[in-house]
Every structure is written in structure tokens, then in C-alpha cells.
């Protein structure tokens, strides 16, 4: 069964960088605008109008900005966590101060990101809430201290797997659906780069990257005339 996609509502005052956030969120799969919301007002009348209407939250994320027109994004925040919203709220701000931010964590903010910001750190982070809300999905009970630090770790192994510089998220995602779709395969540079239409130049740092996130395995391939050719199979998680 597919699982239901997490239902975002976006609490922005700027209208073009709402629908920044709204075209964003239409590239990710498992994830669907809930609503948009210009104001403390308005982001309070969607969360009382779910409340009304059947007792639940008609969102699962927030995406908020903290300097709104008619308050701060905090207080919002305070005000959900008071009436029981557990969901992931990642906040979208220019603000830097740390009594801004000791007060995020306070109220359990589950990502920070910093204005102005591209899709790949966009799609970073929300790719970051998924995987720990994978991994806290269901009931029981995790299998011991091992599994407990996973949870915790999984967004900074994240981090740590950012992407160098000049390549992009689009292009690595290309990478690793195609050495995931068949793990047993390895590839050189020069195939993954006439595959997806890329040079062999460019493969070759995709797959250094992912190799050095132990994501892929590199071992050299014998048989022609010269120096052995590296080939890549997948080793990791898609």
C-alpha cells in the first residue's frame, strides 16, 4: 500500500516565496501542500478549522518563516506544541539571533535552514525529516541503544553528506536510482555518463562522492589493454 504523503501547510508572508516553497514541495515525492498561510492569523484559522472539523491537524509539517506580519513564527509554534501538534516543523527564516534559535529548539524545531537558500537545501532537509519520521513510523518499540542512536543520527549523517561543490541533488538522485535499480551490476564513469547523458568527467565525481559516503563500492575491472578500468556497484540505501 502507498503510504500517504505528508500533508505540509506553509506559514510565509511573502507571496513569490510561498510559491517558491509550493513549486518545491510539487517536486518531492511524498509530500502535497496542505495549505498556505500569509499570517499568525490565517496559519491559526487551518489549524482551528481541522481541530473543528474532526479533531485532528489538517497538516503533518510546517514550513515557517519567523518574522510575520502580525507576530513572531515561535508563538505559532508554542501554541501547536500546547495543543498537542507532533508533526515536523522546519523553519525557513533569515534570522540568525540565538535567542531565536535556543528558542527553536526548545519547541522541538526539527530543521533550521537559513534564507536565501536553493532546492537542493530545500530538498535536503525535507529529505531529512522523512527519514526519521521513517524511522519513528508504527508502533513496538526499537531494538536496543544501536537502534535508539540511528534515529538521532540520521539527520546529521545527512548533513554530512552534503553535496560538494558544483554538483547537484537532482543529478546524484539520477546516480543512485540508477546503480540501486540494480545493485549486482557495477558500471564504470564512461557507462554511468552515457547513460544519463552526462560526461564521464562528471560521473566520475558523483560516484567519488558516493563512494566516499560508502554509499558505492569501487573495484577495478580487468580484461582490456592498459591500466584497469574502476567500476561502481551500489552498496547503500536508495
Same mark, same amino acid.
Given at each position: 500500500? #502507498?503510504?500517504?504523503? +505528508?500533508?505540509?501547510?506553509? $506559514?510565509?508572508?511573502?507571496?513569490?516565496?510561498?510559491?517558491? +516553497?509550493?513549486?518545491?514541495?510539487? /517536486?518531492?515525492?511524498?509530500?502535497?501542500?496542505?495549505?498556505?498561510?500569509?499570517?499568525?492569523?490565517?496559519? /491559526?484559522?487551518?489549524?482551528?478549522?481541522?481541530?473543528?472539523?474532526?479533531?485532528?491537524?489538517?497538516?503533518?509539517?510546517?514550513? *515557517?518563516?519567523?518574522?510575520?506580519?502580525?507576530?513572531?513564527?515561535?508563538?505559532?509554534?508554542?501554541?501547536?506544541?500546547?495543543?498537542?501538534?507532533?508533526?515536523?516543523?522546519?523553519? *525557513?527564516?533569515?534570522?540568525?539571533?540565538?535567542?531565536?534559535?535556543?528558542?527553536?529548539?526548545? &519547541?522541538?524545531? #526539527?530543521? &533550521?535552514? $537559513?534564507?536565501?537558500?536553493?532546492?537542493?537545501?530545500?530538498?535536503? !532537509? *525535507?529529505?531529512?525529516? /522523512?527519514?526519521? @519520521?521513517?524511522?519513528?513510523?508504527?508502533?513496538?518499540?526499537?531494538?536496543?541503544?544501536?537502534?535508539?542512536?540511528?534515529?538521532?543520527? $540520521?539527520?546529521?549523517? /545527512?548533513?554530512?553528506?552534503?553535496?560538494?561543490?558544483?554538483? #547537484?541533488?537532482?543529478?546524484?538522485?539520477?546516480?543512485?536510482?540508477?546503480?540501486?535499480?540494480?545493485?549486482?551490476?557495477?558500471? @564504470?564513469?564512461?557507462? $554511468?555518463?552515457?547513460?544519463?547523458?552526462?560526461? !564521464?568527467?562528471?560521473?566520475?565525481? &558523483?560516484?567519488?562522492?558516493?563512494?566516499?559516503?560508502?554509499?558505492?563500492?569501487?573495484?577495478?575491472?580487468?580484461?582490456?589493454?592498459? !591500466?584497469?578500468?574502476?567500476? +561502481?556497484?551500489?552498496?547503500? !540505501?536508495?
Amino acid at each position: 500500500m #502507498t503510504a500517504r504523503p +505528508y500533508r505540509v501547510l506553509v $506559514v510565509e508572508d511573502e507571496q513569490l516565496t510561498a510559491e517558491t +516553497y509550493v513549486a518545491h514541495l510539487d /517536486r518531492l515525492p511524498g509530500f502535497e501542500v496542505a495549505a498556505v498561510a500569509g499570517s499568525l492569523l490565517a496559519a /491559526r484559522q487551518v489549524a482551528a478549522a481541522g481541530l473543528h472539523a474532526n479533531g485532528r491537524f489538517p497538516f503533518d509539517v510546517v514550513l *515557517l518563516d519567523m518574522n510575520l506580519p502580525d507576530g513572531h513564527g515561535l508563538d505559532f509554534l508554542r501554541q501547536l506544541r500546547a495543543a498537542g501538534f507532533h508533526g515536523g516543523v522546519l523553519a *525557513l527564516t533569515a534570522a540568525t539571533d540565538l535567542p531565536v534559535v535556543r528558542r527553536a529548539v526548545a &519547541y522541538g524545531v #526539527t530543521q &533550521y535552514l $537559513v534564507k536565501p537558500f536553493g532546492f537542493d537545501e530545500f530538498a535536503d !532537509r *525535507l529529505g531529512g525529516f /522523512r527519514a526519521a @519520521s521513517a524511522m519513528l513510523a508504527g508502533d513496538g518499540a526499537l531494538d536496543g541503544q544501536e537502534q535508539v542512536d540511528a534515529v538521532f543520527r $540520521v539527520s546529521r549523517e /545527512r548533513r554530512a553528506e552534503a553535496l560538494p561543490k558544483g554538483l #547537484t541533488e537532482s543529478t546524484l538522485r539520477e546516480v543512485v536510482e540508477l546503480l540501486g535499480a540494480d545493485p549486482e551490476t557495477a558500471l @564504470s564513469a564512461a557507462e $554511468v555518463g552515457e547513460r544519463l547523458g552526462i560526461s !564521464r568527467v562528471t560521473a566520475r565525481r &558523483y560516484l567519488e562522492h558516493l563512494e566516499r559516503i560508502r554509499r558505492v563500492r569501487r573495484s577495478a575491472r580487468h580484461g582490456g589493454r592498459g !591500466r584497469p578500468e574502476q567500476e +561502481y556497484r551500489w552498496a547503500g !540505501r536508495t
